[in-house]
């Protein structure tokens, strides 16, 4: 009877503290959201009716001038099936001297909305819808941007690709009016079958430089995420840029947190 009392006790405490296997994750390490830790994306929406708060923080040690880094709070609400609505408002140090689409402190909103789950004969296909807001340090207009998301699986590996364009409201300068991106990525679950905790994800990109007359930012980045507890996940990456601008990023580095309700 004590053993039986010991072990019913143990199963609870474990359960409070997250640590059992659950069979729905409110937050699962597999289900790839932009920056978390690295620019893409997988075409999976959360949950109807899941509340997710994210948060990391981003460093970009550049090969000309001061090494910048950003702030990334975030707010990812599962509104309708397949779908999820975003709330973000990235924070920059030194944000006078951005250029581009993303300032500091602009509002930002998304919408991603998954058109199908996997067949044998489709990938799973995605849209996503975003606009920036010009509430930031020296922003003006209102920025759009839309990315089609293809996720096929190979196995236990999965492929990604992401291609999308941003449309400045108002450019000044010598910043471009419009600017396409292009992610080609794969992730895999590590220790299966034994443990489905983490994941790997690896990625190769190319992007339109904010300023006429520049090269195309090129690189790769390697992340992790990692299931803490059935609602929590920790993430991080590694990258760099091999071909763009003088001032491109020598080293990328993420650190973030993702938080399930």
């Known amino acids: 009877m004590r053993n039986v009392t010991l072990r ?21 390490h597999d289900n790839l959201d932009p920056n978390r830790p690295i620019g893409m994306e997988d075409a999976y929406a959360i949950p109807k009716g899941e509340i997710g708060m994210e948060g990391g923080v981003r460093f970009n040690d550049r090969r000309e001038g001061r090494t910048r880094v950003t702030f990334q709070p975030q707010i990812i609400y599962g509104a309708f099936d397949n ?9 920059f140090t030194e944000p006078n001297s951005l250029v581009g689409a993303s300032k500091s402190g602009d509002l930002h909103l998304g919408l991603l909305y998954n058109f199908n789950t996997e067949t044998l004969a489709l990938p799973a296909m995605a849209l996503r819808v ?35 364009y941003t449309v400045l ?3 000044k300068g010598q910043e471009r009016p419009g600017a396409y991106r292009a992610v080609a990525a794969v ?24 300023l006429r ?20 996940v920790v ?8 071909a763009g601008p003088a001032d491109r990023a020598a ?3 993420t650190v973030g947190l993702s938080v399930g309700f």
Do not use: K
């Open 8 to 28: 019913t006790f143990r199963f609870f405490a474990l359960m409070l503290l997250g640590l059992l296997p659950a069979p729905l994750l409110a937050l699962d």
């Open 83 to 91: 779908a999820q609505i975003e709330i973000q408002g990235d924070l």
């Open 130 to 164: 975003e606009t920036d807001l010009p509430t930031g340090v020296n922003s003006r207009g209102v920025d759009t941007q839309v990315t089609g998301i293809l996720t096929r699986s190979f196995g236990r590996l999965r492929a990604h690709l992401n291609a999308g």
């Open 169 to 171: 409201g108002l450019p």
């Open 187 to 210: 992730s895999y679950p590590l220790g299966y079958p034994d443990s489905f905790r983490d994941t790997l994800i690896a990625s190769v990109y190319t992007r339109e430089s904010d």
């Open 213 to 232: 007359g520049q090269r195309n930012h090129t690189g790769v980045e390697v992340g992790i995420r990692h299931q803490l507890t059935s609602r929590l």
């Open 235 to 242: 993430d991080a990456g590694l990258g760099t840029e091999f």
């Open 251 to 253: 080293v990328l580095g």
